[in-house]
């Protein structure tokens, strides 16, 4: 993206205050006015002097002109900040509304860290050069451009000096772009390394002091830190030199318009108070474009922040629902894959051809060797993703036809990871329903066998939840997890593995909780528990993506298949690995 197509398109996000933003340009119309008449003024006040003429008029015009000038100074200083910083909060709402909402997969390629940062940074560069365009930019712009004209009109000569300075200004500021906009991308990806390595560290903070990891670790963020300075050297060097050109330029023509008003002057093509209006122009015109250059640095130094930031704006959310669709209804829960595929990669399909039906109210498990398929098939049911081939239905509608957030709201999930939040466990309980009452808090809590440990916590069910639950055991992050689900009190319900994180003995006193909650519910369980398994109305038997047998539980013992090998491995038979003190948080998408 073309850095000014880019300034272009930062500047078309204030077209929500397109009327505000009109009435500043206009005050910065004025403002350019005020600064060509200045030096204009003070050339006609010296001739007058000089002719020994009334000077006090034009003294009056330049006292009203710069009276005016501060007027809108202040003006514009006061209402462009107002309108910077509503702006920036409407972006960083916009950047997070959309990033949000963007698939599982692009998250996944995605570090957190890298994405506060995009959100951080281009918002900020985008306040400043909001910020910049009402208070300097804008006003630098039209000065400009009303002062040359009005300088060819004076004397077209010394106008080409003024006119040879800009074009230098132009040439060297070029140069500097095209020769280090490459390094300084290279600085900018290096800044989002250390930024998502800090990020890695930050969140296993546990692995890093426990494996004593912590020297290795600052030594290797400073190390990316040197890199670092190692690019950004070179890019610094490169418009320190510019500044240098453009100084040296600026000198060179002061001292040009000097010695040719000098030599006009001799010839009576110029008057003393011309040259003064001369050196005027150029000393404000001087100004200006090193302000300008600034601006354009700044925004140099910007501009892949400002690609990032919009690169995630243009990334295209894969799931989009149809114009106009209309609501899930209340449904009985009769669900349906029909020769459903999907893979996360083409060439790598995750599921093949799936087909089953699933009765309103019944219980569905879901079985097979790790890697088979079964969370990925259940997350295309809340639409974490669309098939590739395919449908999936409830109640014969397909989910695709209806809006994604009706649908989800009839789907409540536990997951392998509880997901919990950075907030008190109540306000982790109420995102199942955000309008439950306490009492209704503590009794789903008290279903899922939570109520008793939360109790004893230092400020009950207002003790704040460390980052990812990190305050908790596992059984006590997975039981809040339940409880959570059993708010929501939704009529179809996926359990992916989650009873994975709990003890023998309250796995025992869960299992009669969710044997409550899946009643008259449909119910779809990735589980590797033969309580869980044995009870099922329908086992689905998968392996590399494929449904390779299905059944109840002594039809595919007695079939002989890859259940009853499953099965007679003690692949069912609780373990060490199921407690909750040697509970590990999953990947992304497992299964």
């Known amino acids: ?285 001087i100004g200006r474009l090193e302000q300008f250059a600034s601006f354009i640095s700044g925004l140099f130094f910007q501009t892949h922040s400002l690609r990032d930031f919009f690169a995630v704006l243009d990334t295209k959310q894969v799931l989009q629902e149809k114009p106009g669709a209309p609501d899930l209804p209340v449904v009985r829960g009769d669900v349906v894959f029909d020769n459903v595929s999907f893979g996360y990669e083409v060439t790598h399909p995750a599921l093949k051809h799936l087909s089953f039906t699933a009765k309103a109210g019944s219980t569905i498990a879901l079985v097979g060797p790790t890697g088979a398929g079964k969370t990925t098939a259940l997350s295309l049911l809340y639409r974490a993703y669309d098939p590739s081939e395919g449908r999936i239905t409830i109640d014969g509608i397909d989910i695709r036809d209806v809006s994604l957030n009706s649908l989800r709201r009839h789907i409540a999930v536990v997951f392998q990871d509880p997901g919990l939040f950075y907030r008190s466990i109540a306000d982790n309980l109420l995102i199942g329903k955000p309008d439950a009452s306490p009492a209704e808090l503590e009794a789903a809590a008290q279903a899922a066998e939570a109520h008793n440990f939360i109790i004893v916590k230092p400020e009950g069910y207002s003790t704040l939840v460390a980052e990812r639950g990190r305050s908790l055991s596992g059984g006590e992050r997975q039981r809040l997890s339940i409880a959570r689900a059993m708010l929501k009190d939704a009529p179809i319900l996926i359990l992916d593995e989650a ?40 086992i689905l038997v998968l392996r590399d993506g494929e449904l390779v047998e299905q059944g109840r539980y002594s039809e595919l013992v007695a079939r002989g298949g890859l259940f009853a090998e499953l099965d007679a491995s003690g692949r069912f038979v609780p373990d060490a690995e199921d407690s909750a003190e040697s509970y590990a948080e999953p990947t992304l998408v497992s299964g």
């Open 1 to 285: 993206m073309p850095i000014l197509r880019l300034y272009v398109r930062v500047i078309a996000l204030l077209a929500p205050e397109k009327w505000l933003a009109i009435a500043l340009a206009i005050a910065n119309l004025g403002l350019a006015g005020v600064f060509f008449l200045e030096p204009w003024l003070f050339g006609r006040v010296v001739d007058a002097l000089a002719a020994k003429h009334d000077a006090w008029r034009y003294i009056g015009w330049w006292a009203g002109a710069g009276f005016g000038g501060v007027v809108a100074s202040v003006w514009v200083s006061l209402y462009s900040d107002r309108l910077a910083h509503r702006r920036r909060l409407a972006a960083i709402a916009m950047f997070f509304e959309h990033a949000v909402a963007l698939p599982l997969s692009f998250h996944g390629q995605h570090h957190t860290g890298r994405l506060l940062r995009i959100m951080h940074g281009g918002t900020s560069n985008l306040f400043s050069l909001w910020l910049g365009f009402f208070r300097e930019h804008l006003a630098t712009l039209l000065a400009i451009v009303v002062m040359v004209p009005l300088a060819l009109k004076m004397n077209w000569k010394l106008a080409l000096l003024m006119i040879a300075l800009m074009v230098s200004f132009a040439v060297f500021n070029s140069i500097a772009m095209r020769r280090t906009l490459k390094a300084q991308g290279e600085v900018e990806e290096l800044h989002h390394e250390i930024t998502e390595r800090a990020g890695d560290v930050f969140g296993n903070v546990l692995v890093v002091q426990s494996f004593t990891r912590l020297s290795a670790e600052v030594g290797a963020i400073r190390d990316m830190m040197k890199k670092v300075l190692k690019a950004q050297y070179p890019v610094l060097r490169g418009w320190a030199w510019l500044t240098v050109a453009n100084r040296a330029s600026s000198t060179l023509t002061v001292v040009a318009i000097f010695a040719l008003g000098t030599a006009l002057n001799g010839k009576g093509e110029v008057s003393v108070g011309g040259i003064v209006s001369f050196v005027g122009f150029a000393m404000m015109l």
């Open 499 to 538: 009873t994975s994180a709990l003890d023998n003995a309250t796995e025992a006193r869960i299992q009669l909780a969710l044997g409550t909650l899946t009643k008259h519910r449909t119910t779809f369980v990735i589980a590797h528990r033969l309580s869980t398994v044995r009870n099922a109305d329908l």
